[in-house]
Every structure is written in structure tokens, then in C-alpha cells.
T-cell receptor, first 115, second 115 residues
């Protein structure tokens, strides 16, 4: 059972380059999230999706775009990478927002360095 | 908007000693509360969750947490820690009101267990 899979696991970008991070989940979850993790700042929400074809901004959305064309995939794009986007990126998914199955499941993370 | 405060960025403790990791949340409405653990270079795993009912919640690996509505706290405890508990611990909250789609994390507490 794969759960939440993130691709790639590591990447080094030059300033100004673009890239897309892929998150795939095989649990038929409706809700998906992208977070970034920086030392001393915990996890901050970048964007999230409440279903196929829908996305919404989190607390730190600037410089990122997302798409949810298929229910199982949630893509995070960096159009023009900046050193401030050096971080570890985590994708998460949730089955439900209420009740017993509301916890989030996380991928293993993508470590991105922008030079 | 909901928020989470983890008062201690790092907690050193000796093996077999008890430990408490503190978490306070800010919300004027009902909440769900979670504790996650992150081992080095891995994603986050759920330790335990509070949805409703009994305020004492038991999780995996011998951890438990107590929900205190009047103190708006959800502190994590373990009576006797092991070296293998060395990890970073995150408290998270989701409110049952506006913004309920979001899962908001604290800044994390690094637990360092030494022999």
C-alpha cells in the first residue's frame, strides 16, 4: 500500500528555473495539501485542495501554483525558483474533514535547494 | 483563525525519564487536535488524535495526551522515554468552523533522549 508518494525526493534548481513537484495518493482521499517545512517554523500550508478541480491558497502561497486535474494527484509548481524557496516540501491527504478518519497522511518529502 | 503554539523548541531528557511536550491552541470554536512525530529524513506519522469524548487520549508507542478545554491545551506525555523516541513532534489543530479544511501545525518540539 503506497499511501502518499512524492516525486522527486531531492532536487537542486538554479534561481529562475521552474519545476513541478508531484504528489500521488492511492487512498481515494478527497483533500490534499502542500506544506513547506523550514527550521524553527514548523509546517506552513502553501495550497490545498478540497476535491478534483479545486484549489485554494494557504498561508504562504506566493511563488507557487497548484493543480488537481485528477483526484489522486496534486501538483505543486514553481514558475521561477528563488533561494527563499529552498525548503523541504510535504504533501498530505485526508479522507474526511469530520469524524474518525480526519487525520492527514504524509509523503516522505521533497528536499529542494535553490542556488 | 486557528493557531498552535509549542512552547519548547527542544526538550532534552534522559532515557527512562518521563516527558511532557506542551501544546496550546487558539480557537473560539470546537477543534480536533493531533500530535504527529517526524523521525529524521522522514515524513510525519500520526501519534494520536482528539476528536471528542474522553479528554485523555492514548496513542502509539506509549504516548498519551490530555485535552484541556479551559486551558486550551493538548500536552503530550510519556511516562518513560526510550532512545528511539528521539524525533521532532508536531501539534496540529483543525477547527470545526470557518477554515475547517485547513490543518494548522505548530513549530515543533525536538525531543532529545540521551542514555
Amino acid at each position: 500500500n503506497a499511501g502518499v508518494t512524492q516525486t522527486p525526493k531531492f532536487r537542486v534548481l538554479k534561481t529562475g528555473q521552474s519545476m513541478t513537484l508531484l504528489c500521488a495518493q492511492d487512498m481515494n482521499h478527497e483533500y490534499m495539501y502542500w506544506y513547506r517545512q523550514d527550521p524553527g517554523m514548523g509546517l506552513r500550508l502553501i495550497h490545498y485542495s478540497v476535491g478534483e478541480g479545486t484549489t485554494a491558497k494557504g498561508e504562504v502561497p506566493d511563488g507557487y501554483n497548484v493543480s488537481r486535474l485528477k483526484k489522486q494527484n496534486f501538483l505543486l509548481g514553481l514558475e521561477s525558483a528563488a533561494p527563499s524557496q529552498t525548503s523541504v516540501y510535504f504533501c498530505a491527504s485526508r479522507l474526511a474533514l469530520f469524524g474518525q478518519n480526519t487525520e492527514a497522511f504524509f509523503g516522505q518529502g521533497t528536499r529542494l535547494t535553490v542556488v | 483563525a486557528q493557531s498552535v503554539t509549542q512552547l519548547d523548541s527542544q526538550v532534552p531528557v534522559f532515557e527512562e525519564a518521563p516527558v511532557e511536550l506542551r501544546c496550546n491552541y487558539s480557537s473560539s470554536v470546537s477543534v480536533y487536535l493531533f500530535w504527529y512525530v517526524q523521525y529524521p529524513n522522514q515524513g510525519l506519522q500520526l501519534l494520536l488524535k482528539y476528536l471528542s469524548g474522553s479528554t485523555l487520549v492514548k496513542g502509539i508507542n506509549g504516548f498519551e495526551a490530555e485535552f484541556n478545554k479551559s486551558q486550551t491545551s493538548f500536552h503530550l506525555r510519556k511516562p518513560s522515554v526510550h532512545i528511539s523516541d528521539t524525533a521532532e513532534y508536531f501539534c496540529a489543530v483543525t477547527t470545526l468552523s470557518t477554515g475547517f479544511q485547513k490543518l494548522v501545525f505548530g513549530t515543533g518540539t525536538r525531543l532529545l533522549v540521551s542514555p
